[in-house]
């Protein structure tokens, strides 16, 4: 039986018409760094002009089958992470959305090992044919370690008891091996619940974030926004959990936020290289028709004409 739920874009004219705007180049290019079911690609191709183009990342190779069936001219697929946008030209960007994240489709589907709902192999690469899957890395990884990940990407209390009951598991009867069998042993550590989230819901995000270097990805194509980016260039960040969100915040807010000479203060502030231009949630009916929308928060900047 299918279980795969139909894929529904979260924020999709929302984000769109942010990454867009007023943008009149005719030979304008976007970045759309997380292709996944390509619906913000498609809708961003009904609204950019004939010269424009569109260039996309996604690590998954799925993403890359469905975007096979986009037969634009005007758009391309590389596949990777969206931190590979740096080695775009500099200032030749009109605008970048990152959404981030795992895709519904990839949470639904048991053999990628994202989601305790499924029995599946413990794997959860965006890419499964590149680096350790989450299975690999718990067989060797000592408890310290273990603990660091899931305390630091999960905000998981719990981090030290999980991390040993993970370690005792392998030393009596071998590695962990699926998300079954892992979600149970997280269930039996974790004293206490949150009402309506599963024990096991923060050491999952954990270890996906950090066996695809999510964070640090995510870190190092801000960054490189800020070099690609033209002039009146938009950056749209599509976040879901507050780890992500913090991060999008945090660095818009420190290259928007003018800056004054302490030592001369009737001096002309420092012109800064962005422009915050506001936070959007889900509507209530987005929400409602999308519970997994629920948690999304979009944050838009714009690149103004200073040096970064």
Same mark, same amino acid.
């Given at each position: 039986?299918?279980?795969?739920?139909?894929?529904?874009?979260?924020?999709?004219?929302?984000?769109?018409?942010?990454?867009?705007?007023?943008?009149?180049?005719?030979?304008?290019?976007?970045?759309?760094?997380?292709?996944?079911?390509?619906?913000?690609?498609?809708?961003?191709?009904?609204?950019?002009?004939?010269?424009?183009?569109?260039?996309?990342?996604?690590?998954?190779?799925?993403?890359?089958?469905?975007?096979?069936?986009?037969?634009?001219?005007?758009?391309?697929?590389?596949?990777?992470?969206?931190?590979?946008?740096?080695?775009?030209?500099?200032?030749?960007?009109?605008?970048?959305?990152?959404?981030?994240?795992?895709?519904?489709?990839?949470?639904?589907?048991?053999?990628?090992?994202?989601?305790?709902?499924?029995?599946?192999?413990?794997?959860?690469?965006?890419?499964?044919?590149?680096?350790?899957?989450?299975?690999?890395?718990?067989?060797?990884?000592?408890?310290?370690?273990?603990?660091?990940?899931?305390?630091?990407?999960?905000?998981?209390?719990?981090?030290?008891?999980?991390?040993?009951?993970?370690?005792?598991?392998?030393?009596?009867?071998?590695?962990?091996?699926?998300?079954?069998?892992?979600?149970?042993?997280?269930?039996?550590?974790?004293?206490?619940?949150?009402?309506?989230?599963?024990?096991?819901?923060?050491?999952?995000?954990?270890?996906?974030?950090?066996?695809?270097?999510?964070?640090?990805?995510?870190?190092?194509?801000?960054?490189?926004?800020?070099?690609?980016?033209?002039?009146?260039?938009?950056?749209?960040?599509?976040?879901?959990?507050?780890?992500?969100?913090?991060?999008?915040? /945090?660095?818009?807010?420190?290259? !928007? %936020?003018?800056? +004054?000479? =302490?030592? &001369?203060?009737?001096?002309?502030?420092? @012109?800064?290289?962005?422009?915050?231009?506001?936070?959007?949630?889900?509507?209530?009916?987005? /929400?409602?028709?999308?519970?997994? !929308? %629920?948690?999304? +928060?979009? =944050?838009? &900047?714009?690149?103004?004409?200073?040096? @970064?």
């Amino acid at each position: 039986m299918d279980q795969q739920q139909p894929h529904t874009t979260v924020l999709l004219e929302e984000a769109v018409a942010a990454l867009v705007g007023d943008v009149h180049a005719p030979d304008a290019l976007f970045v759309d760094g997380t292709f996944g079911r390509g619906g913000h690609s498609r809708r961003i191709l009904g609204r950019i002009g004939p010269g424009a183009r569109l260039v996309a990342f996604d690590k998954d190779p799925e993403a890359l089958t469905h975007a096979a069936r986009i037969t634009d001219a005007r758009f391309s697929i590389r596949q990777g992470s969206f931190v590979q946008l740096g080695e775009l030209a500099g200032a030749s960007v009109a605008g970048i959305l990152l959404d981030l994240g795992v895709s519904s489709p990839q949470i639904d589907a048991p053999e990628r090992g994202f989601s305790f709902r499924f029995d599946g192999p413990l794997d959860m690469r965006m890419d499964p044919a590149r680096g350790e899957s989450v299975g690999q890395w718990l067989a060797h990884a000592d408890a310290s370690a273990i603990t660091e990940v899931i305390r630091d990407y999960g905000e998981e209390r719990f981090a030290g008891a999980i991390a040993k009951a993970i370690v005792a598991r392998r030393e009596k009867q071998g590695p962990v091996q699926t998300t079954a069998e892992l979600a149970h042993l997280v269930a039996g550590a974790v004293r206490t619940r949150e009402r309506g989230q599963n024990p096991a819901t923060r050491t999952f995000q954990a270890l996906r974030i950090f066996i695809n270097a999510e964070l640090e990805d995510l870190r190092a194509a801000l960054e490189a926004s800020l070099r690609v980016l033209a002039p009146c260039g938009r950056l749209v960040v599509i976040s879901f959990h507050s780890l992500e969100d913090r991060i999008v915040k /945090q660095f818009i807010a420190r290259h !928007s %936020r003018e800056e +004054v000479d =302490r030592h &001369a203060p009737f001096a002309v502030p420092r @012109a800064m290289p962005l422009k915050a231009l506001g936070r959007v949630k889900p509507g209530a009916a987005e /929400q409602a028709a999308n519970p997994r !929308s %629920r948690s999304a +928060v979009m =944050r838009v &900047a714009e690149r103004t004409g200073a040096a @970064a």
